[in-house]
């Protein structure tokens, strides 16, 4: 039997995308105040730096996947203008709800599509610019979601990915105090769940490292493949362009 990562356990394939869901269905409604308060606000900068890194420019096409609470979203609608536009897309069906109505609350109308990265709903050169924050440690086939992502891309369009990657080891040993102790309480006092806020930081242990995120999305058909630490490389940026 085929097996995958679900933080450090080893469960089937199959199930990992529903373990996954399960997860994200308890902490959606706390999602954006467990983000505050685990980066102390340096998600916001981040998220502006990958926006900057991809180059959206008005009149574009932009997808954006496993949008969750729709921050990536709201800031490329603003780059694309009314000429553009946004499709915000998530496999969990709570977190694509909650950031189509931030979305809306913000004057932004965009089509959401409840989807699976790994099977994109989209034809082929679809997008000028497909966009992933935080949301590729949590798919199953990493490589078949980047193969999609780049698929769906126009020819000299950008895949941009914005996750967790891995720290300066001068850091690892506060690092991991931080991420094994410091979360999961966070997580229990704030989302009433210790153990997906466990999961966040196995996750982030089991994810590729820069390099080897680098090389995936070469293998997936990207060129000029490039990546950007931020906070000593607890956060990378990558981005590759579609030939």
């Given at each position: 039997m085929k097996e995958a990562d679900f933080g450090y356990e080893r469960v089937p394939l199959d199930d990992k995308a529903s373990r996954v869901a399960g997860v994200?269905?308890?902490?959606?409604?706390?999602?954006?105040?467990?983000?505050?308060l685990m980066s102390l606000g340096l998600?916001?900068?981040?998220?502006?730096?990958?926006?900057?890194?991809?180059?959206v420019r008005p009149g574009e096409q932009v997808l954006d996947v496993a949008s969750g609470s729709g921050d990536l979203a709201r800031?490329?609608?603003?780059?694309?203008?009314?000429?553009?536009?946004?499709w915000i897309s998530d496999i969990n069906a709570r977190m694509l709800e909650r950031?189509?109505?931030?979305?809306?609350?913000?004057?932004?109308?965009a089509p959401a599509v409840q989807c699976d990265a790994e099977c994109l709903p989209?034809?082929?050169?679809?997008?000028?610019?497909?966009?992933?924050?935080?949301?590729?440690?949590?798919?199953?086939?990493?490589?078949a979601a980047l193969a999609e992502m780049t698929r769906v891309l126009r020819p000299g369009g950008r895949l941009v990915v914005?996750?967790?990657?891995?720290?300066?080891?001068?850091?690892?040993?506060?690092?991991?105090?931080?991420?094994?102790?410091?979360?999961?309480?966070?997580?229990?006092?704030?989302?009433?769940?210790?153990?997906?806020?466990?999961?966040?930081?196995?996750?982030?242990r089991m994810h590729p490292d820069q390099q080897a995120l680098a090389g995936m999305m070469q293998e997936a058909g990207l060129a000029?493949?490039?990546?950007?630490?931020?906070?000593?490389?607890?956060?990378?940026v990558h981005r590759g362009y579609k030939l």
């Open positions: 994200f269905d308890l902490v959606a409604e706390r999602y954006d105040l467990m983000n505050d998600h916001r900068l981040w998220k502006a730096f990958a926006i900057h890194v991809a180059r800031a490329l609608a603003r780059r694309v203008g009314p000429s553009g536009q946004v950031g189509r109505d931030r979305l809306l609350d913000a004057g932004c109308l989209f034809p082929g050169n679809s997008f000028d610019c497909v966009t992933v924050g935080f949301g590729l440690r949590n798919m199953t086939r990493k490589d914005l996750e967790f990657s891995r720290v300066a080891k001068p850091l690892e040993r506060a690092y991991d105090l931080y991420s094994f102790r410091l979360l999961p309480w966070l997580g229990r006092r704030v989302a009433g769940d210790a153990d997906a806020y466990r999961y966040l930081a196995e996750s982030i000029q493949v490039e990546y950007f630490n931020l906070a000593a490389g607890v956060v990378a």
